[in-house]
């Protein structure tokens, strides 16, 4: 857990001494992990950050003239720039202080009815035996019809699939992180960046003004140095990476997804929209999932996504581009993340490291949340009065909830 530990640390910005951290046990866990992780994250690199890792002291970064880039050094064992610096132009903050906005009691009702039902549905064993039975968190939505489900919540995440004829909506659920499974570990603790997927970016690469020139502004951020090759390319989507762990999870399930959800739409063509979600890890598959399926579901239908507890999942380009695809009407795309209270988990992995949320923050201000907490739309990007007024007194008892009075991932809320 060395390298959680360090990120959290370095999230509520608390100065320390290196980790004692024992690195060969860090690289015998490693090394143990199954052979099909190790072909899309290299096991080298992963070893290579733990052991710069233990180079880290806080004191040093963080009194650094710019602890971001004093960071990525650290941990690429480089001591190249950051790659942005040749092409800022003009500031792009990354946080604001933008005023809060109440919930809009339609957004509110989505997440009650369907986001925290859904998502919870997909940690219970009954849905993964293809059955629509987990007590209330089925009975939520009691004309879903489940069609398909895969994944054996180790080397593939668990997911769900299937059509809601009331609502006309083909159902997408991604269940979130089981840390009983070693491979589930590694997903969350690589991260490292990685080039955005080809079927992802190509979503991003259509969007108006999306070439790099229009936007020279935004970071890239400094751990793109343990790139294998340099950003290049005219689009800004060449320049967007993300957390590899994280897309190293999504790959391996995302040509089931895209083949189920391409039947439903056949069958039912007179769906409405294409809703996705899931809890933690899976929020952040779940958001990958909804940029690619964008590239092959018709506009003329709807890609809703909505996700609880998400740690950030890329660079401020690809923060910046899934702003963009909300923004663009044409693209009939929906997408709200849901942060409770002090949640660390959505603080994964710090803006020190390069990586940052996009727009759309839904924060509950208040612990164990109930129907009627009060809740607010955060405006921008990395929104101060919200989640990252938290930074000081984060913790992992609030991940799984109460979202508006209920848990997800709970085993005991599955019971039929």
Same mark, same amino acid.
């Given at each position: 857990?060395?390298?959680?530990?360090? /990120?959290?640390?370095? @999230?509520?910005?608390?100065?320390? %001494? $290196?980790? =004692?951290?024992?690195?060969?046990? #860090?690289?015998?866990?490693?090394?143990?992990?199954?052979?099909?992780?190790?072909?899309?994250?290299?096991?080298?690199?992963?070893?290579?950050?733990?052991?710069?890792?233990?180079?880290?002291?806080?004191?040093?970064?963080?009194?650094?003239?710019?602890?971001?880039?004093?960071?990525?050094?650290?941990?690429?064992?480089?001591? /190249?720039?950051?790659? @942005?610096?040749?092409?800022?132009? %003009? $500031?792009? =903050?990354?946080?604001?202080?933008? #005023?809060?906005?109440?919930?809009?009691?339609?957004?509110?009702?989505?997440?009650?009815?369907?986001?925290?039902?859904?998502?919870?549905?997909?940690?219970?064993?009954?849905?993964?035996?293809?059955?629509?039975?987990?007590?209330?968190?089925?009975?939520?939505?009691?004309?879903?019809?489940?069609?398909?489900?895969?994944?054996?919540?180790?080397?593939?995440?668990?997911?769900?699939?299937?059509?809601?004829?009331?609502?006309?909506?083909?159902?997408?659920?991604?269940?979130?992180?089981?840390?009983?499974?070693?491979?589930?570990?590694?997903?969350?603790?690589?991260?490292?960046?990685?080039?955005?997927?080809?079927?992802?970016?190509?979503?991003?690469?259509?969007?108006?003004?999306?070439?790099?020139?229009?936007s020279p502004q935004i970071p890239v951020g400094p751990l793109t140095n343990n790139l294998s090759s340099p950003l290049t390319g005219p689009s800004l989507a060449d320049y967007a990476v993300v957390n590899m762990g994280f897309q190293s999870a999504w790959s391996q399930t995302y040509s089931d997804i895209k083949t189920q959800v391409q039947a439903l739409l056949e069958a039912h063509p007179d769906a409405f929209r294409v809703f996705v979600t899931g809890h933690s890890l899976g929020a952040t598959i779940a958001v990958l999932d909804g940029i690619a399926l964008r590239n092959v579901v018709p506009t003329s239908v709807q890609v809703e996504v909505s996700v609880t507890g998400q740690p950030r999942v890329g660079n401020p380009v690809f923060a910046a581009l899934l702003d963009q695809l909300v923004q663009t009407p044409a693209e009939n795309f929906v997408y709200h993340r849901i942060t409770n209270h002090a949640d660390i988990f959505p603080h994964l992995f710090p803006l020190i490291t390069g990586y940052q949320h996009s727009s759309n923050e839904i924060w509950i201000p208040t612990a164990n949340s109930n129907f009627s907490t009060p809740a607010v739309l955060c405006p921008g990007k990395e929104n101060q009065n919200c989640a990252l007024s938290q930074v000081l007194s984060l913790t992992m008892t609030e991940h799984a909830g109460p979202y508006f009075g209920h848990y997800v991932g709970v085993p005991a809320d599955c019971r039929a």
């Open positions: 857990m060395s390298c959680l530990l360090l /990120l959290a640390a370095l @999230v509520t910005f608390v100065s320390a %001494s $290196p980790l =004692p951290v024992n690195t060969e046990s #860090s690289a015998r866990r490693i090394s143990s992990s199954p052979s099909n992780f190790a072909q899309s994250a290299p096991r080298p690199r992963l070893v290579k950050v733990l052991t710069n890792l233990l180079k880290v002291n806080l004191t040093n970064i963080l009194s650094a003239p710019d602890p971001a880039l004093a960071l990525g050094r650290t941990l690429s064992g480089s001591d /190249l720039p950051d790659p @942005v610096s040749s092409i800022t132009s %003009s $500031p792009n =903050p990354l946080t604001n202080t933008d #005023s809060p906005l109440p919930l809009p009691a339609d957004i509110r009702n989505t997440i009650i009815q369907k986001t925290t039902m859904y998502s919870g549905a997909a940690y219970c064993p009954s849905v993964e035996a293809g059955n629509w039975t987990c007590g209330m968190l089925c009975d939520a939505n009691p004309d879903f019809n489940l069609t398909s489900n895969g994944g054996d919540g180790s080397s593939k995440q668990r997911w769900f699939a299937g059509w809601n004829p009331t609502t006309k909506e083909i159902i997408v659920a991604r269940q979130g992180s089981d840390f009983s499974h070693l491979l589930t570990f590694l997903y969350v603790a690589d991260f490292l960046p990685q080039k955005l997927n080809a079927e992802a970016a190509k979503t991003f690469s259509r969007l108006p003004n999306s070439s790099r020139a229009s």
